[in-house]
C-alpha cells in the first residue's frame, strides 16, 4: 500500500504490532499529511507531517487536543500566544480556544483529541 493510498483510505494502524511513529508517515513537498492511529467516537489520534511552509489554519475545536512534536519544531498559536515546541515537547490546547500551526520548517507531530459531551 502506498503512502498516498494509506491518506485516501484513512486507515487505522495496525493493532498489537509496534510501530515506530515518526517512520509511519513521511513528508510530500508542500503538503500536510495526516495518517490516522485511532479514530473513535470518544476521541482520535493522528500523526501529521509538515513540509517547509506549511501550517494549520486558525480553528477552534470543541474538544482538548494534546499535540506533541516527534521530529522538528513548530510553532503552535494558542489564543494569540505563540510557544514553540521541539520534538519531545508537547501542548494541550484547551477546548474552544482559537489555535493555529505556523509553519517553520518540515516536522511531524501527533495530535490527540479526546471527545466528551460534558462541555
Known amino acids: 500500500m502506498t503512502l498516498s493510498d494509506e491518506i485516501k483510505n484513512n486507515t487505522e494502524l495496525e493493532k498489537a504490532k509496534a510501530h515506530i511513529i515518526v517512520e509511519i508517515i513521511e513528508y510530500m513537498t508542500n503538503a500536510v499529511v495526516i495518517k490516522t492511529i485511532i ?10 507531517s509538515f513540509d517547509a511552509g506549511e501550517g494549520l489554519t486558525e480553528k477552534r475545536s470543541p474538544f482538548d487536543t494534546f499535540a506533541q512534536i516527534i521530529e522538528g519544531k513548530a510553532e503552535i498559536v494558542i489564543d494569540k500566544v505563540a510557544t514553540i ?28 483529541t479526546i471527545k466528551n459531551n460534558i462541555d
Open 85 to 112: 515546541l521541539t520534538t519531545g515537547q508537547g501542548i494541550v490546547i484547551p477546548a474552544h480556544a482559537s489555535n493555529f500551526i505556523k509553519p517553520n520548517g518540515r516536522f511531524k507531530m501527533i495530535l490527540t
Open 39 to 48: 479514530k473513535k467516537t470518544t476521541g482520535n489520534i493522528s500523526v501529521l
